[in-house]
């Protein structure tokens, strides 16, 4: 079981900057964030394999944000410019995969508790 600890969440302005950490208790094959608007379906927003500079970002959010890893600490933090209100969600922290594998989003076995994160125009 990999527990893994979500940080940096908050309220700031449209145009506004953020920094989301998250923090594994041991070494996965890859690890990503995800979010979920209130009454909406989680999405994959960007995911990384570890130890790689493999990156996926959904186009939702391309451009913006920066998904970057410190591997000796396990974790990956996602910086994210521009913010808008449609950013407003609670995000996610999620980690798996098998070795190998090629596929970003699905296959994620562990799941942060969430940060939460509010965009105001």
């Known amino acids: 079981q990999v527990h893994l600890v979500e940080s940096g969440g908050g309220s700031v302005q449209a145009g506004g900057s953020l920094r989301l950490s998250c923090v594994a208790s041991?070494?996965?094959?890859?690890m990503g964030w995800f979010r979920r608007p209130s009454g909406q379906e989680r999405e994959g927003i960007a995911s990384?394999?570890?130890?790689?500079?493999?990156?996926n970002y959904a186009a939702s959010v391309k451009g913006r944000v920066n998904i970057t890893q410190d591997t000796r600490k396990k974790t990956v933090h996602l910086l994210m410019n521009d913010l808008k209100p449609e950013d407003t969600a609670l995000y996610y922290c999620?980690?798996?995969?098998?070795?190998?594998?090629?596929?970003?989003?699905?296959?994620?076995?562990?799941w942060g508790k969430g940060t939460l994160v509010t965009i105001s125009s």
């Open positions: 990384v394999f570890i130890g790689t500079d493999r990156s």
């Open positions: 999620a980690a798996g995969g098998v070795v190998a594998e090629l596929l970003y989003y699905a296959g994620m076995d562990y």
């Open positions: 041991d070494y996965t094959i890859k």
